[in-house]
T-cell receptor, first 114, second 114 residues
Framework: DVKVTQSSRYLVKRTGEKVFLECVQD?????MFWYRQDPGLGLRLIYF???????EKGDIPEGYSVSREKKERFSLILESASTNQTSMYLC?????????????FGAGSRLTVL | AQKVTQAQTEISVVEKEDVTLDCVYE???????LFWYKQPPSGELVFLIR??????QNEISGRYSWNFQKSTSSFNFTITASQVVDSAVYFC???????????FGAGTRLTVKP
């Protein structure tokens, strides 16, 4: 069964801490994505990556960075966590080529920043 | 960038009722793809259907049906004879052919009561 695995299901961090959210996929997918999900706002795209070492900003990249050193792994980094980054973070992956490809999602990482 | 609007935030129905979830989209591309995903209480988004912009034929899969109308930029989802297990948040999404980044609507929370 194909999988997208997010390393932490629940995290609690303090304001100002550096936070790493890890995502690994085993499907040899070219594309990987980070979304955040908030009530009433749906899923908003933070960053995505078409290939190793490549990244593109989504709609809400401020306060976040990403790293993709290997094809299967895509990390989301909060350099200095703030309370307004408390949210559910969803990682997804898809085949490359065109917008036709279906996204496969991980189970999500719920981050609370105190 | 493309945009998806799901105006219905929450819908509550009684089992066996039919229910329609609305989705309106905006894009400048002539080739694009529309999707519906389901997020059950367990949290992981599950793909339901994909349509491309050149195929306006309605689709039926069991109790689920989808109505795609380019004239009104809508891609609505109907559940016939709803069941308690249909309770979930449903997301409509759009990808443009030349891009791989998918945009989601705010989601509609459907509650089916016994």
């Amino acid at each position: 069964d194909v999988k997208v695995t997010q390393s932490s299901r629940y995290l609690v961090k303090r304001t100002g801490e550096k936070v790493f959210l890890e995502c690994v996929q085993d499907m040899d997918h070219e594309n990987m994505f980070w979304y955040r999900q908030d009530p009433g706002l749906g899923l908003r795209l933070i960053y995505f990556s078409y290939d190793v070492k490549m990244k593109e900003k989504g709609d809400i990249p401020e306060g976040y960075s990403v790293s993709r050193e290997k094809k299967e792994r895509f990390s989301l980094i909060l350099e200095s966590a703030s309370t307004n980054q408390t949210s559910m973070y969803l990682c997804a992956s898809s085949l490359g080529g065109s917008g036709a490809n279906v996204l496969t999602f991980g189970a999500g990482s719920r981050l609370t920043v105190l | 960038a493309q945009k998806v609007t799901q105006a219905q935030t929450e819908i509550s129905v009684v089992e066996k009722e039919d229910v329609t979830l609305d989705c309106v989209y905006e894009t400048r591309d002539t080739t694009y793809y529309l999707f519906w995903y389901k997020q059950p209480p367990s949290g992981e988004l599950v793909f339901l259907i994909r349509r491309n912009s050149f195929d306006e034929q309605n689709e039926i899969s069991g109790r689920y049906s989808w109505n795609f109308q380019k004239s009104t930029s809508s891609f609505n989802f109907t559940i016939t004879a709803s069941q308690v297990v249909d309770s979930a948040v449903y997301f409509c999404a759009l990808s443009e052919a030349r891009n791989n980044d998918m945009r989601f609507g705010a989601g509609t929370r459907l509650t089916v009561k016994p």
